[in-house]
């Protein structure tokens, strides 16, 4: 099994152990619950770091999805900063689901934020943004097939923000996603990472 492949696995083999991590996101500070088996366990990952460094909350979205969650940190960091947003959370893992939800629960927005497994997410929902730091280890041919079931959730006029490692092939991403529909531009770049923003028309 590869190094990472549990992460993207319904049911970690991992022995389940919770670890605490605190991180301040748009000025509020976050206490969180992360777990082994679970992407980035008892940190922020550098990427993640990097979306929400370069990118404002979304004041004017309704409707956000969190595409690949893991402990929910970015759909969570949404949630409290844009009081108005309905947030869902999507992954495969059915830990990071779990924990997601347990940190809504902690942080007083579960009435706002709710994780799921990709199935029980309801597919004509829509959404105003799309916020992920995807999982490219999964490879191109998996990822382009997560992103083209996702991003047509896109509202009309809605954009998603995603986070890439320029050496995993952001700039070759943001390409492909044109090529699809999705206009997309680097907005930010940092630390090694890109982050891209996409349209729906």
């Known amino acids: 099994m590869a190094e990472d492949e549990h992460y993207f696995t319904a049911d970690p ?3 389940f152990k919770r670890v605490p991590v605190r991180t301040n996101i748009w000025g509020h500070w976050l206490e969180l619950t992360t777990g082994s088996g679970v992407f980035a366990q008892g940190r922020l990952d550098i990427g993640t770091g990097v979306l929400l460094q370069d990118s404002a909350p979304p004041e004017d979205a309704r409707t956000v999805l969190d595409l690949g969650c893991g402990y929910g940190v970015i759909g969570l960091a949404v949630a409290i900063a844009v009081p108005g947003c309905t947030v869902t959370a999507v992954d495969v893992n059915e830990r990071a689901v779990l ?3 347990e940190n809504a629960a902690e942080l007083g927005v ?3 934020f709710t994780a799921a497994l990709p199935e029980q997410v309801d597919p004509s929902a ?3 943004e799309i916020w992920s730091n995807p999982p490219i280890r999964i490879g191109k041919e998996a990822l382009h097939e997560l992103l083209l079931t996702w991003l047509p959730r896109l509202a009309p006029g ?3 923000r995603l986070v890439v490692g320029k050496n995993l092939g952001a700039d ?3 390409t492909w996603l044109t090529d699809q529909g ?3 531009v680097k907005v930010g770049s940092a630390k090694g990472f890109r982050v891209l923003e996409s349209r729906r028309g």
């Open 13 to 15: 083999r991992t022995p």
């Open 182 to 184: 999705y206009p997309t």
């Open 99 to 101: 924990l997601a939800n």
């Open 172 to 174: 070759s991403l943001a």
């Open 158 to 160: 809605g954009r998603a």
């Open 126 to 128: 829509t959404y105003d």
């Open 110 to 112: 579960a009435d706002r």
